[in-house]
């Protein structure tokens, strides 16, 4: 780099920063600073998009060029009255937490704008090491895998490997002539529907396991459905057993689940968008045991390994599979020494470089601070539901968490709606601003529903959580 500060600013393409780049590199970066301090504490009130500021988003499409510095600051304005899920007191939904590293990272991938289609030389291997790595730390034992952009591809492209092994020939015959059904629990994510809906299965043939009492996949009504439907001549494609439902966070059982589908060679899918990190959380591992008989994987980095999105990765144990169901000869697309391309693996064409947030943040902080930031997640989630059920006006679910959801109801004596208390209160503690959670409808009930899944969040932010929820709760509980 000597000397390279000392040469006269050279003015680029058209569409080059030409001699304002190193100024708007060092005024990103201070916003950019200045976000993470405001990340590192919760704030006291959401900040929402002033009438000035929504004028500036009604503006029409600009002929002439801006100035670059001021129009950073109006990005900075638009970010900062937006719902940031870095926040500590995010806990709506299934949230990520913008990890500094994994920001810096995406920067860095997005100014190369590397294509991971092709062999692309060191990414290409970074992205292998890293699936590698992501293998090691879930316990999984995978030969091949690829990043995707969510647990919705991720889930997709397994399932479409699945289809691939059940019926040989279908991505090339279509699914006119098969009668085939998809297994997954009562409660699995809707994006195994969808899939089941794009694979050529169809919606109706996903058949809705019931669950137990902790509303994890019941094994034995699985087996009862697959001998019925083998016996009425329908084609098992795959089983999904969701490790972290979205709704509770139940983990379904793996071994259970093997212990059925094995005899058979029914392809087993463990959906593990949001759960599956926390199999290399001591304290929750042994929820998955039985994980190494999965036939393959989802899990989104972009959950609860941290890092910004878009980051999920599909593991499978075996390198084949994926290749069978997505590899082309194209002629614009020439393959050297039969090496396999990722597209040769995955859905798309067009891939960023997903793999270097994960990679540099696994090298910049160690495998053991993201089980430390996890466990501390789960102890969070365990700490609220203690808190909860010791209070008067405060319901919780019948058994501990199994991950980092935790469902609440505020029922306070003279609540005489306590279904439209708790939706109102959700929505009266988002417009509040110190906390934001979303709701859940259990069992035709409406619950608060906070998910832990930041590693800003403190013991803190629970305790703030569970006091804002009965401090609003109580202020509104006239209104029911
Ligand atoms: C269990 C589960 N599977 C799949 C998904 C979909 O993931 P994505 O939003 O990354 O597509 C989610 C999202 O919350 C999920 O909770």
């Not at 289609?117 to 293998?135: C, F, K, M, P, V």
């Not at 029922?411 to 306590?418: E, G, I, K, T």
Request: glycine share 6%; with cysteine.
């Amino acid at each position: 780099m000597s000397g390279v500060e000392n040469r006269p600013p050279r003015v680029g393409p058209p569409l080059s920063l030409g001699d304002r780049r190193i100024e708007a590199l060092e005024h990103a970066t201070a916003i950019v600073a200045h976000a993470w301090r405001d990340f590192d504490q919760a704030r006291e009130e959401e900040t929402v998009p002033s009438a000035e500021l929504q004028n500036r988003l009604l503006e029409p499409l600009p002929e002439e060029p801006g100035d670059v510095i001021a129009d950073l600051d109006l990005a900075a304005d638009v970010l900062d009255a937006s719902l940031a899920q870095s926040r500590p007191r995010y806990l709506a939904y299934i949230g990520s937490s913008g990890l500094e590293i994994g920001a810096v990272a995406d920067l860095l991938a997005h100014s190369y704008d590397i294509n991971l289609a092709l062999d692309a030389r060191g990414a290409t291997q970074l992205e292998n090491q890293t699936i590698g790595w992501l293998a090691s730390f879930l316990g999984y034992p995978a030969t091949a895998g690829s990043f995707t952009s969510g647990g919705t591809i991720s889930n997709l492209t397994a399932l479409a490997a699945a289809r691939e092994r059940a019926l040989p020939g279908s991505r090339t015959t279509g699914m006119a002539n098969h009668a085939a059904a998809l297994y997954c629990s009562a409660e699995a994510h809707y994006s195994v529907t969808r899939a089941a809906e794009l694979l050529g299965i169809g919606r109706d043939n996903v058949r809705a396991i019931p669950t137990d009492d902790r509303r994890r996949m019941s094994a034995a009504a699985l087996e009862r459905q697959l001998q019925s439907d083998r016996a009425a001549g329908i084609m098992p494609i795959a089983v999904v057993a969701t490790t972290g439902t979205t709704l509770t966070g139940a983990v379904d059982p793996l071994n259970d689940i093997a212990d059925v589908c094995e005899p058979y060679g029914t392809w087993i899918h463990v959906d593990g968008a949001y759960g599956l990190p926390a199999a290399a959380a001591p304290s929750s591992a042994p929820l998955f045991q039985g994980l190494e008989r999965a036939n393959s994987v989802s899990v989104d980095a972009h959950k609860w390994m941290f890092v910004p999105k878009a980051c999920s990765a599909v593991l499978v144990r075996r390198a084949g599979d994926l290749a069978t169901a997505f590899s082309h000869n194209e002629a614009y697309i020439p393959h050297e020494d039969d090496a396999l391309n990722a597209v040769d693996v995955t859905l798309e064409y067009s891939r960023p470089f997903r793999a270097l947030k994960l990679w540099l943040a696994l090298r910049v902080h160690g495998a053991q601070a993201f089980r430390d930031a996890i466990e501390e997640n789960l102890r969070q989630a365990n700490l609220l539901y203690d808190l909860a059920a010791a209070h008067p006006d405060f319901e919780t679910r019948p058994h501990r968490p199994q991950l980092s959801i935790v469902p609440l109801r505020h029922v306070p004596p003279d609540c005489s709606d306590a279904d439209r208390h708790n939706d109102d209160l959700c929505r009266a503690m988002q417009r509040d601003g110190r906390v934001y959670i979303s709701p859940a409808i259990i069992d035709g009930r409406t619950w608060l529903r906070p998910c832990f899944t930041n590693f800003r969040t403190t013991e803190d932010d629970v305790r703030t959580t569970l006091a804002v929820a009965a401090e609003i709760g109580t202020a509104i509980c006239g209104d029911h």
